[in-house]
C-alpha cells in the first residue's frame, strides 16, 4: 500500500480494541484546496496495488458528493476537487439524488469495481449502485433499493451463484441481507442482526465497510446507537458471520471496538460519533480503519483479526 502510518499509533485506551493514529484527525475541511461545509466518512479501496479513499464532502449549497482521494508520495492523500460519483440530473437517478450522494462502500468482485451508495431525494433515502473500471469514470447501474434503505455493502463473493448485499432500512433498527443474479432486482431478504438491550448497541445497528472473508467467516465492521438523556452516541462494533449463511452470526464483540473519546470524536456537526465506512487488512493482518468522526473529520485507526477475534461472544 502506498500509505505507511507503522509506528504512529496510540496505545489501547480503556476498552478500545483500536487504536488511534496520533496524527487524527487525518482530513479535515482545511486539508482540502477548495471551499466546503463539511467532511463526513471515507471508504477504502485497493485499485492496481494504491489505496484510494472515496470521501463523503457536503457542497457550500449543502449536496453531498463523492470525492477521489489519491495518495501522494508522502504517504497523505490529495482529494480531488471535481467529484467522481455526484447527483445526476437525468431520469430516473434524478429524483431520487437531488440532495446528494454519499457513504459509498466499494466493492471489486470479479475484477469489476461496484460503488454502493446512498441517495438522498424527495423521497428519502435509497441505495444506488454504479461501476467503474478505472476510478477516472464511473457509470451509473441503477436504484437497488425501497425507499428508506441505507448502509448498503456489496458481498466481494457470490453466494450460492447470487450477489449479496447487507443492508439497513431507515425505518427499523437492524442489519438484514438481501440477494440478485443481476444487481438490480433483489429480494429474498432475511434478518442477519439486531440491536441488543442494555448493550451499547441497544438501539440500532448498521452496516459499516464490505464484509471482510477471513478463515472464521466474514468479518462485519459495524456501528451500534444508543439514545441517551444527552443525545445519542455512536460507537463501532465488530461480528463474524458464516461464511455460506450470513444470516448465521458465529461471534459478536460484547464491547465496541471503538467509542467516541477523544474531543474531535465529540464535538463536531453531530456530536459522539464514530462511524467507519473504510477498512482495509494488509499483508501482516494489521486491520486499518478509516471512520468518520462527529460528521466533520476524517481519522484512522488500526487494530488486528486477533484483538477482535478475542472479544466476539
Not at 486539508?31 to 466518512?41: P, R
Not at 441488543?196 to 446507537?225: C, K, Q
Request: glycine share 10%; hydrophobic share 35%.
Amino acid at each position: 500500500m502506498s500509505v505507511d502510518l507503522s509506528g504512529m499509533f496510540q496505545r489501547r485506551q480503556g476498552r478500545d480494541i483500536v487504536h488511534r493514529w496520533e496524527g487524527n484527525p487525518y482530513i479535515t475541511i482545511h486539508d482540502l484546496d477548495f471551499q466546503v461545509s463539511d467532511i463526513h466518512n471515507a471508504n477504502a479501496i485497493e485499485f492496481q496495488g494504491q489505496l484510494f479513499l472515496l470521501v463523503t464532502i457536503e457542497s457550500l449549497s449543502g449536496v453531498r458528493c463523492i470525492h477521489l482521494a489519491r495518495p501522494q508520495h508522502d504517504g497523505v492523500f490529495r482529494v480531488d476537487t471535481q467529484p467522481f460519483l455526484q447527483p445526476s440530473t437525468d431520469p430516473p437517478f434524478a429524483e431520487h439524488e437531488s440532495r446528494g450522494v454519499m457513504d459509498v462502500r466499494a466493492t471489486c468482485l470479479d475484477g469489476v469495481y461496484y460503488l454502493m451508495y446512498v441517495a438522498l431525494g424527495r423521497h428519502g433515502y435509497r441505495l444506488g449502485i454504479a461501476q467503474t473500471a478505472s476510478f477516472e469514470s464511473v457509470t451509473k447501474i441503477g436504484m437497488v433499493s425501497e425507499p428508506d434503505t441505507k448502509a448498503g455493502a456489496l458481498f466481494p463473493k457470490k453466494i450460492g451463484d447470487r450477489f449479496v448485499r447487507l443492508e439497513r432500512p431507515s425505518s427499523g433498527s437492524s442489519i438484514w441481507v438481501s440477494y440478485s443474479r443481476d444487481l438490480i432486482h433483489w429480494g429474498d431478504t432475511e434478518l442477519v442482526m439486531m440491536p441488543r438491550g442494555g448493550f451499547w448497541d441497544s438501539n440500532r445497528i448498521g452496516v459499516g465497510p464490505v464484509p471482510m472473508e477471513t478463515e472464521r467467516g466474514w468479518l462485519l465492521i459495524y456501528y451500534g446507537v444508543k439514545d441517551t438523556s444527552a443525545g445519542s452516541i455512536y460507537r463501532i462494533g465488530a461480528a463474524v458471520l458464516d461464511r455460506d449463511d450470513p444470516t448465521k452470526v458465529v461471534g459478536r464483540t460484547g464491547v465496541p471496538i471503538l467509542s467516541p473519546r477523544e474531543t474531535y470524536e465529540r464535538l463536531g456537526d453531530l456530536q459522539n460519533v464514530v462511524f467507519c465506512t473504510g477498512a482495509y487488512l494488509d499483508d501482516r493482518d494489521k486491520l486499518h480503519l478509516f471512520y468518520g468522526a462527529s460528521d466533520s473529520c476524517i481519522c484512522i485507526g488500526r487494530t488486528t483479526l486477533d484483538e477482535i477475534f478475542d472479544e466476539l461472544i
